[in-house]
């Protein structure tokens, strides 16, 4: 069965900290995985990654794939309360037109 | 552009009523997309088109509907609400499927 978890559930940290969210996967004909963070309302895109050990990056938070190991992680450096958010994984295969979806991490920056 | 839009945001039901939720995109993508998302559970997949015309099921098609008529909109029907229905639901867009999808602002629906 295809699958994807994320870890932890839920974290708590404070304004300034670094914090790394997993992703890892277990589906037959990968072809790539995204992250997606969801404030009140609906999913936005952050990050979409097709190859092994190749770092995507956007101001404070980065991202990298090991298709060996079969996870991703997402780091967000120097946390800020507008990062509190929930962050969704999500992978792609090459054979059918679907996303198999992680129950996400509920990351909260206490000031 | 507006993007991905749905209507309604709110919606309360009885028990047996149905209802339709309205979705429409104006980015020309061949790809939509029906979510429900529970607590805990992330995004679940009901139903998916990759074209007009062309519809399919996700992980949890039953007890709804969906048809694509044209490339902009893909309605989501709900034939008899039940309580378990009780969500909130997202359509997505794409140019491809498995691609970066983007999503409608949701329809929180209560079924009491």
């Known amino acids: 069965e295809d699958k994807v978890v994320q870890s932890p559930l839920s974290l708590v940290v404070h304004e300034g900290d670094t914090v790394t969210l997993n992703c890892s996967y277990e589906v037959t004909n990968f072809r790539s995985l995204l992250w997606y963070k969801q404030e009140k309302k609906a999913p936005t895109f952050l990050f979409m990654l097709t190859s092994s050990g190749i770092e995507k990056k956007s101001g404070r938070l980065s991202s990298i794939l090991d298709k060996k190991e079969l996870f991703s992680i997402l780091n967000i450096t120097a946390t800020q309360t507008g990062d509190s958010a929930i962050y969704l994984c999500a992978v792609s295969m090459d054979s059918n037109y679907q996303l198999i979806w992680g129950a996400g991490t509920k990351l909260i920056i206490k000031p | 552009n507006a993007g991905v839009t749905q209507t309604p945001k709110f919606q309360v039901l009885k028990t047996g009523q149905s209802m339709t939720l309205q979705c429409a995109q104006d980015?020309?993508?061949?790809?939509m997309s029906w979510y429900r998302q529970d607590p805990g559970m992330g995004l679940r997949l009901i139903h998916y088109s990759v074209g007009a015309g062309i519809t399919d099921q996700g992980e949890v098609p039953n007890g709804y509907n969906v048809s694509r008529s044209t490339t902009e909109d893909f309605p989501l029907r709900l034939l008899s609400a039940a309580p378990s229905q009780t969500s909130v639901y997202f359509c997505?867009?794409?140019?491809?499927?498995?691609?970066?999808?983007?999503f409608g602002p949701g329809t929180r629906l209560l079924v009491l």
């Open positions: 997505a867009s794409s140019y491809f499927g498995g691609e970066t999808q983007y």
């Open positions: 980015m020309n993508h061949e790809y």
